[in-house]
C-alpha cells in the first residue's frame, strides 16, 4: 500500500507563484512514475506533469502549464514536488499527486495511476 500526502496549496495572486509537495510512502520509490493531475469545479480531472524514473529522468508536461510550472523528485525524502510559476486563475483547481508503481513509462491518464492522494486547493486571484 502506497500513501500519498500533498501540502503547499493555498491561495496565490496571478503571476505569482507556489509549491507543491507530495510525500509518500513505499519502499521502492524511485521506481515510480508520479504525476500531478488537477480538477477544477465542473470539469474532469485533469494531467498536469508527470515523471518517470531512469538513468535521465523524463518529465512531461501539459501544453496548458509547459514553460511555467516544473516536476521534480527528491528519493532520498519520497517526494515529488510542482513547482508553479506565473500563475493563472485558470489554474485554480484541487491538485492530485498520484502514483504509478507498474512499468515505468510516461503515463497522462488516471487509469494508469495506482494510488492517489487526498488533493490540495490551489486557488489564484486576478
Known amino acids: 500500500q502506497v500513501q500519498l500526502v500533498e501540502s503547499g496549496g493555498g491561495l496565490a495572486q496571478a503571476g505569482g507563484s507556489l509549491r507543491l509537495s507530495c510525500a509518500t510512502s513505499?519502499?521502492?520509490?524511485?521506481?515510480?512514475?508520479m504525476g500531478w493531475f488537477r480538477q477544477a469545479p465542473g470539469k474532469e480531472r485533469e494531467f498536469v506533469a508527470g515523471i518517470v524514473p531512469g538513468i535521465a529522468w523524463i518529465t512531461y508536461y501539459a501544453d496548458s502549464v509547459k514553460g511555467r510550472f516544473t516536476i521534480s523528485r527528491d528519493n532520498t525524502k519520497n517526494t515529488v514536488y510542482l513547482q508553479m510559476n506565473s500563475l493563472k486563475p485558470e489554474d485554480t483547481a484541487v491538485y492530485y499527486c498520484?502514483?504509478?508503481?507498474?512499468?515505468?513509462?510516461?503515463?497522462?491518464?488516471?487509469?494508469?495511476?495506482?494510488?492517489w492522494g487526498q488533493g490540495t486547493q490551489v486557488t489564484v486571484s486576478s
Open positions: 498520484a502514483a504509478r508503481t507498474s512499468r515505468a513509462t510516461i503515463a497522462r491518464m488516471q487509469r494508469e495511476f495506482d494510488y
Open positions: 513505499g519502499r521502492t520509490f524511485m521506481s515510480y512514475t
